[in-house]
């Protein structure tokens, strides 16, 4: 068989030589040259004989095209008696093209789609007996420098990198390779654990800004639907963050869309969506979107296997039968959020246990009890008491500092204009009940008080001095509940304020990332140099969202610190979907350049911080060292649930 695709149109069909007459003379001169003693020159011989590999390959899958086609209109068109006499063996001739293909030409990704097609087509073909099946050896040709078999890092086609050594269907009496036991075995480009915000908004990114097809992306939700986080959300809690849709008129979007071209202000008309309310926008995308979502169910463990992850799931019925199975991904996305995760346990602080949650609570209206105390006093905290006020009902805010009077330059990290302004109308004068406010104070200790109902015991810390600039006007409570001696701060002195209700803890939340996926990803210390202080516990990252622990595996969503900078706001988490989505396409063969320019114009791909403010200085850190280490923000910060 002749080749001229690598020669000069010009040459006469008649002069040019066949592939194997042109191997077989680099192959005499690269023997005679090794006999000679020239090493290298035998090397080079040897290299331009292998030149034609690629054309070699596309020949092979020629041939595998050839003897699959009639095999696959057998099964479109022929009746069932003759289909159930194809099984996998028939398709032995053309998987070994497309595997041979591959072998000689590992960027071919023509040869890679081929072989992965016939692999999933291979596992719901029958077996005859068992004589008759064929062994086939699994074939690893990943390319050289492969660190830990999520080869994003490669570039366009790397795809071989996760799937050419035919793990899916090398097996040919199983169906599947890579030691699985199960039949129903399926190989998913991406599981996205968590549909909420970032679930939902990395999976459009994936499928429909990227390209991946919606049914290789599964998301997984342990809730009834979409959103299931927001829907628990306390029935007055709103987004702190306004909704405005000012798109065509600036070169932003609305500020809690995940996705661009969209405005959760159009679709509910809410500046302040309720959860309730941002969960249907988020049904409303994944239905519109056509994503992949397999709701009631619970990710019980990922495990990395090879170059894929065995993600164990327990999947509930609506009837309330469950089921437990293993799904398979070449990559998995954590974006589990963090309201689901609160922090019921403080450190240092005794009798927790005899506490609510603010997130436990379903409505503050309806919540049993008309005087309250409520431990903490940032975003949850001033929201508990705004809506305990509005309600009617008596409330006392102890808080570590006296949040609502500080200023800082990222939103993150002081109370957002919306929830400051609600705290000055419910403690101006002439409103009644004024909560009261009470910082700075370290609570030691709830107790259950021998008259019935709870002591909460705290002591004062150091005065603040914070500095309010601008037309800003400092939040003052209402009458607090305290003696006038217990009024005079001093460091170390301790003041007891009883409730007859149990205390609501405002206290934030630990997180999915340290409550589930510790084993997935690294969190920095204490003990890191570059982790001390507000900077500790947060999930190590690389530039590319990655787990430095698990590599694959990618964090979106509020969790998401890097150097200095928390992005804990949807309109900052957003800007990072498309720089996980580009470093997985890629890593799964795929030509990423126009949707990563596409992203650049939505403002949806953020890659460089230096325009970013940071939440524990004046300005990012983006020394280089920002992107290997994400940092942890205030753990007062982490009194906003997901998306707040």
């Known amino acids: 068989m002749a080749s001229t695709a690598t020669l000069p149109a010009s040459v006469p069909a008649s002069l040019q030589p066949t592939i194997a007459e042109g191997i077989e003379e680099h192959n005499h001169k690269a023997k005679a040259l090794l ?37 696959l209109d057998c099964l479109m068109t022929a009746d069932e008696g003759t289909k159930s006499h194809i099984c996998r063996q028939d398709f032995k001739g053309a998987y070994d093209a497309f595997r041979l293909a591959l072998i000689m030409d590992p960027n071919n990704t023509m040869a890679a789609m081929e072989l992965e097609r016939l692999s999933e087509l291979l596992k719901r073909m029958p077996d005859f007996t068992p004589q008759q099946n064929v062994e086939v050896e699994d074939v690893d040709v990943s390319g050289p420098d492969i660190s830990h078999g999520h080869g994003h890092q490669h570039g366009p086609g790397s795809q071989h990198e996760h799937g050419a050594d035919c793990e899916h269907g090398a097996d040919w009496k199983h169906g599947h390779g890579h030691g699985h036991e199960s039949d129903a075995y399926e190989m998913l480009d991406v599981i996205i654990i968590g549909a909420g915000a970032a679930g939902i908004g990395s999976g459009f990114m994936l499928t429909n800004v990227f390209g991946l097809d919606p049914s290789r992306v599964m998301l997984l939700e342990r809730g009834e639907a979409v959103g299931t986080s927001f829907r628990k959300w306390p029935e007055e809690m709103r987004f702190i963050s306004p909704s405005f849709n000012q798109q065509g008129w600036t070169n932003s979007f609305d500020l809690n869309s995940v996705v661009y071209g969209t405005s959760p202000a159009f679709t509910l008309h809410a500046q302040h969506p309720s959860g309730e309310q941002y969960a249907d926008y988020l049904s409303e995308l994944a239905e519109a979107a056509k ?40 990559y998995v996305v954590w974006a589990a959020g963090e309201f689901q995760y609160p922090r019921e346990k403080p450190d240092g602080m005794a009798g927790a246990e005899l506490c609510v949650h603010n997130s436990r609570v379903r409505s503050w209206a309806q919540h049993p009890g008309d005087n309250f105390v409520v431990i903490g006093g940032y975003e949850s905290g001033a929201d508990a008491a705004v809506n305990l006020a509005k309600a009617g009902k008596q409330c006392t805010v102890l808080a570590s500092t006296a949040a609502w009077n500080v200023q800082t330059a990222d939103p993150s990290t002081e109370l957002a204009p919306y929830t400051g302004q609600r705290l000055r109308d419910v403690t101006a004068a002439g409103f009644s009940p004024r909560p009261k406010l009470l910082a700075p104070l370290r609570v030691l200790r709830v107790e259950a008080a021998a008259e019935g109902g709870f002591n909460v015991v705290a002591a004062w810390k150091a005065t603040e001095d914070l500095q309010l600039h601008q037309l800003r006007k400092p ?59 507000c900077l500790a516990g947060a999930p190590m990252l690389t530039a590319e969202d990655e787990s430095t622990k698990a590599p694959g595996v990618f964090l979106v969503g509020p969790s998401v610190r890097h150097g200095k900078l928390s992005f804990c706001f949807v309109y900052k988490f957003r800007q990072r979907f498309a720089i996980v989505a580009n470093a997985i396409c890629r890593g799964l063969g795929r030509d990423t350049t126009s949707a990563v320019e596409a992203c650049r114009k939505m403002n949806m791909y953020l890659d460089d911080f230096t325009c970013c403010k940071s939440s524990c200085g004046e300005a990012a850190d983006v020394d280089g060292q920002a992107n290997a280490c994400a940092s942890a923000v205030f753990d007062i910060v982490r009194g906003s649930p997901e998306g707040m």
């Open 35 to 71: 006999e000679a003693g020239d090493f290298a020159g035998a090397a080079a011989e040897g290299s331009r004989a292998l030149d034609v590999l690629p054309d070699l390959a596309d020949i092979s899958i020629v041939r595998g095209k050839a003897l699959l086609a009639p095999l």
């Open 291 to 330: 994503l992949n979502v397999k709701t009631r169910t619970e990710v019980l463990g990922v495990k990395p296997d090879g170059n894929v992850f065995d993600v164990h799931v327990r999947t509930a019925s609506a009837d309330g039968a469950q089921k437990e199975e293993t799904l398979h991904a070449r």
């Open 475 to 533: 939040i003052v409570g209402g009458e607090d509940c305290l003696g006038a001696e217990a009024r005079l701060p001093g460091e170390g002195k301790e003041v007891l304020v009883h409730t007859p209700h149990p205390p609501v803890l405002a206290t934030g939340f630990e997180g999915s990332v340290a409550s589930a996926a510790r084993h997935l990803f690294n969190l920095a210390d204490d003990s890191d140099d570059k982790a001390k202080g």
